[in-house]
C-alpha cells in the first residue's frame, strides 16, 4: 500500500478531501463513524452498530489516504475505519442511493390489449428471469396478465408468492366478484361498475391489484382499463392549475356498512419523489361528501369534472375481454378499471381477486436484478 500526501483537513463536525479525480468532497464525523464497513453484518446484512452509546462525539485521532481508502483512527475508542474512496464518491453530493426499481413509467392507451405483457404461470414458477420481466412490466406499464392458470383458489395464491404476500384489506384476504345474493358492493352484482381503483377508503390503498377470471361465459361485461398516468400527464399539459388542484388537494373516501366504518383522504392525482405522475385514485362510489370550504370547491369540482370525463375518453379506455384460466395483475393506484352491465342469466362469471404491497413487489424486483442479488 503507497501512502499519499492528499491533503485532509479535519474539522470540528467533518472533514475534507479530495476524491480521485480532483473532487473536493466533505463527510460528516457521525456519518463516517456510523457507517464503517465494520458497522454491518455479513451474514445478515443488517447494521449492529449503535451510534447511541458512543460517550462522546466521534472525532478523528488520525485521517489519511492508504491506496484507495480513507484510513481514520477513531479518537476516544479502540477503531479504526476503513472506507473505500469509490464508496465515498457516491455519497459525496447527498444524492440518493439507485434503485434498481426506480424505473420510468411508460404510458400507454387505449390500443393496447395486443402489446399487454403476457406470461403463462408455468413460464413464471419456472424461470426467475421471467419474474423479473413481469415485475418491471408491473413497474413500467402497471399492468400485466398472466396465462394459464389453475382454475384453484391455490393457483391464484402461488402466483401472488411469486412477488411477495397476499395483502389483506378490511373485507378480508380475497374476494369474489360474481353476483352475490345481498350485495355490498357494485361488483357484486351484474350491473355496470363504473371506472375506479380500488378501496381508496382504506389508510394505504393496496397497491397492486390480481384478478383471476375462473368463469366468463356471459353476454357483456367487457372489462374497461385505463392508465391513469396517461391520462394525468395530458392533462397536467392541458390544465396544470386543474392539474395542480387534484394533485395536491385531499379528499375524503368512505366505505361504510353495519360492522365497518372506513375513512381516509387521498389525492386524486398522486406524484412521485421525483414529481412525476404515480397513478390515481378515483371512486365514484367511496368518495365521501368533499368537505372543503365551499370556496375551494368553486374551483377544485370543475377541475375534478374535467378530470373524471377525461378518464373515459376513448382515447384512453382500452375494452377486452378476460377470459377464464387468465389473470390480469395491475397496480391499483395507476390503472383505472370497471366494467359494463352483463346478463347474469346469459352464463357464469366469476373473477377471484386479492392485493399484494407494491413495496413487497418492488423489493423482489431489486433481489432478483439488484447488482450481485441475481439467482
Ligand atoms: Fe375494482
Redesign the pocket.
Known amino acids: 500500500m503507497s501512502l499519499t500526501t492528499s491533503p485532509i483537513t479535519v474539522t470540528e463536525t467533518g472533514l475534507e478531501l479530495v476524491l480521485p479525480g480532483g473532487k473536493p468532497a466533505y463527510f460528516n464525523h457521525y456519518w463516517l463513524r456510523d457507517n464503517c464497513p465494520t458497522s454491518f453484518d455479513s451474514q445478515t446484512r443488517e447494521r449492529v452498530f449503535d451510534i447511541f452509546h458512543l460517550e462522546t462525539p466521534p472525532r478523528p485521532r488520525s485521517a489519511q489516504i492508504v491506496g484507495d481508502a480513507l484510513e481514520i483512527v477513531w479518537d476516544g475508542e479502540n477503531h479504526t475505519s476503513l472506507h473505500a474512496l469509490d464508496w465515498l464518491a457516491a455519497y459525496a453530493t447527498g444524492q440518493r442511493r439507485a434503485d434498481p426499481s426506480d424505473l420510468a413509467r411508460r404510458a400507454w392507451y387505449a390500443n393496447h390489449y395486443a402489446d399487454i405483457a403476457r406470461f403463462s404461470q408455468a413460464d413464471l414458477k419456472a424461470d426467475k428471469a421471467k419474474v423479473a420481466a413481469w415485475l418491471k412490466a408491473l413497474i413500467v406499464e402497471g399492468v400485466a396478465i398472466v396465462t394459464e392458470m389453475p382454475d384453484s383458489d391455490e393457483g391464484l395464491t402461488d402466483l401472488v408468492k411469486l412477488m411477495g404476500h397476499v395483502r389483506p384489506t378490511f373485507f378480508g384476504e380475497y374476494f369474489d366478484v360474481r353476483t352475490h345474493i345481498e350485495p355490498t358492493n357494485l361488483?357484486y352484482t351484474a350491473k355496470a361498475?363504473e371506472l375506479?381503483?380500488?378501496t381508496p377508503a382504506e389508510e394505504m390503498a393496496p397497491g397492486v391489484?390480481f384478478l383471476h377470471c375462473r368463469a366468463n361465459s356471459v353476454e357483456g361485461g367487457a372489462n374497461l382499463f385505463l392508465d391513469g398516468v396517461a391520462v394525468a400527464n395530458d392533462f397536467r399539459a392541458l390544465h396544470p392549475e386543474d392539474f395542480r388542484l387534484l394533485s395536491e388537494t385531499d379528499v375524503p373516501f368512505y366505505c361504510e356498512h353495519d360492522t365497518y366504518d372506513v375513512r381516509s383522504r387521498q389525492r386524486v392525482i398522486e406524484l412521485d419523489e421525483h414529481g412525476e405522475v404515480s397513478g390515481v385514485t378515483i371512486s365514484q362510489h367511496m368518495a365521501d361528501v368533499f368537505d372543503l370550504p365551499q370556496h375551494v370547491l368553486d374551483s377544485y369540482y370543475p377541475a375534478f369534472c374535467r378530470f373524471g370525463r377525461m378518464l373515459q375518453s376513448d382515447k384512453y379506455l382500452m375494452r377486452f375481454r378476460i377470459n377464464a384460466g387468465e389473470c390480469i395483475v395491475f397496480d391499483n393506484h395507476r390503472i383505472v378499471?370497471g366494467r359494463e352491465a352483463y346478463s347474469a342469466t346469459s352464463g357464469a362469471r366469476y373473477l377471484r381477486?386479492t392485493y399484494a404491497d407494491r413495496g413487497e413487489m418492488r423489493s423482489t424486483y431489486r433481489a432478483l436484478t439488484g447488482e450481485g442479488r441475481f439467482k
Do not use: E, K, R
Open positions: 361488483a361498475l375506479h381503483t380500488d391489484q378499471h381477486g
